[in-house]
């Protein structure tokens, strides 16, 4: 019974809100160890109490989990419980008067312009074949210029670049469509490795700009993510320090450095409230907080 719950629930999130593959994948994951807890405990989604999903918390924070987990996790039942009051399934909401740890607010790791030259330059020459060393350029040139998600990267439309545009389209979370511009840079290595692709026959039934073999059909996050810590070792960055998401990062604070604003920076990443977007802001602070105490005469003893 428990789980047909989550079936359902994970079902209408999809429909109705247009929830990512990902985001269905980590509600479930939350919601299943919750019920594996309450059957341990001997009771179901159907009949628990406000109590048991405080012990539940209990339970997460003496596993160690970091905050943001433990408070995704109580999303994740809150909005169960929301879910199952307005379908009829209870006729109240157990997990209501429940406040969460909150999240921690951390600041993102990013790189510097130098970084990111001599990733860059890196991608330029990493891969076995010249296909492969194309394609990489190609990956992170339109990475570092878009500021986009690795999902939305690595499975962009083949038909997004055709014709060499200066703006491409990209369908983000929640099915969202924006704009976003090519870089001279990137737009040249989109081209190049188009040239290549195109005389690859493997791939001319393709929909994808970076077709694979695999079951998705395009490369995944995780390949991308193993390579791109081979282009961090390649290139002397520390590669603890190098994710997909840290050039994303990148690129915002990069722009703001530059003189963006935040509202465009906003559009650009398709964060849905500028609120998120504000986190870049205070890394930019940072960095220039660390400039003067490197720098000035007067932080020198």
């Known amino acids: ?176 469509e924006r704009m976003v511009p090519l870089s001279p840079g990137a737009r040249e290595a989109v081209q190049v490795w188009l040239k290549i692709r195109d005389e690859n026959k493997d791939w001319e039934a393709s929909a994808f700009l970076f077709p694979s073999r695999g079951k998705a059909g395009h490369l995944t996050r995780i390949w991308f993510y193993n390579q791109i810590k081979t282009f961090a070792v390649n290139a002397g960055v520390n590669p603890k320090n190098v994710t997909p998401h840290t050039l994303r990062h990148a690129f915002a604070t990069h722009l703001l450095a530059g003189g963006a604003d935040l509202r465009s920076i906003q559009t650009l990443l398709g964060h849905a409230d500028v609120a998120t977007t504000e986190i870049y802001t205070h890394v930019l602070d940072e960095r220039l907080k660390e400039l003067v105490l490197e720098h000035h005469p007067l932080a020198k003893s």
């Open 1 to 176: 019974m428990s789980h047909q719950w989550i079936s359902t629930f994970l079902d209408a999130q999809a429909a109705e809100l247009g929830a990512s593959k990902n985001t269905q994948e980590a509600y479930g994951r939350d919601l299943l160890d919750f019920m594996e807890f309450l059957e341990s405990q001997n009771t179901t989604f159907q009949d628990v109490a406000q109590i048991k999903i405080e012990e539940y918390l209990i339970h997460c924070d003496a596993q160690g989990l970091a905050l943001s987990t433990r408070a995704r996790r109580l999303s994740s039942i809150k909005q169960l419980f929301r879910f199952s009051f307005e379908e009829g399934w209870r006729s109240d909401n157990p997990a209501l008067q429940i406040k969460g740890p909150g999240k921690e607010k951390k600041l993102p790791k990013t790189l510097s312009v130098e970084d990111v030259d001599r990733l860059l330059d890196a991608a330029r020459t990493t891969g076995k074949t010249r296909e492969d060393r194309l394609r990489n350029t190609c990956l992170l040139e339109v990475l570092y210029a878009t500021g986009l998600r690795v999902s939305e990267l690595v499975s962009l439309p083949v038909a997004a670049v055709r014709g060499d545009p200066r703006m491409i389209l990209v369908r983000g979370k929640g099915d969202k």
